[in-house]
């Protein structure tokens, strides 16, 4: 498993601006853009907010329009807030593949 904390793993110049404008709503959207490398043979990639992927689970699968990028969205229970606070506390995520070389978040976030 790849664990990734957000938004602990944000800059904290990105949290900032981020706190000021939407405070602690959740973030609209997800998406994730992973490049596999070369030897991967996987056709999706599992994500999920538990470590045995027991938890809710989202798929990233090649998409032939960006030359077999892996997407996918977060499911909307997962989106995290814009801060880390004691309300708020960071989301973990788990991958069931390693053998992605680059791996992009694009959020979108509430007004």
Do not use: C
């Not at 664990?3 to 609209?28: C, M, N, Q």
Request: no cysteine; proline share 10%.
């Amino acid at each position: 498993m790849l664990p990734i904390d957000l938004p602990t793993a944000w800059p904290t110049s990105v949290r900032r601006f981020a706190e000021g404008i939407v405070g602690s709503k959740p973030a609209k959207q997800i998406e994730f853009f992973a490049q596999m490398g070369a030897a991967n043979t996987a056709s999706s990639v599992s994500i999920s907010d538990k470590p045995a992927l027991n938890g809710t689970i989202d798929t990233l699968v090649p998409d032939p329009l960006l030359n077999n990028l892996f997407t996918g969205t977060l499911a909307p229970n997962l989106l995290p807030a814009a801060i880390t606070d004691a309300t708020h506390p960071p989301l973990t995520l788990y991958f069931d593949n390693t053998a992605m070389t680059d791996l992009w978040l694009a959020i979108t976030w509430r007004a």
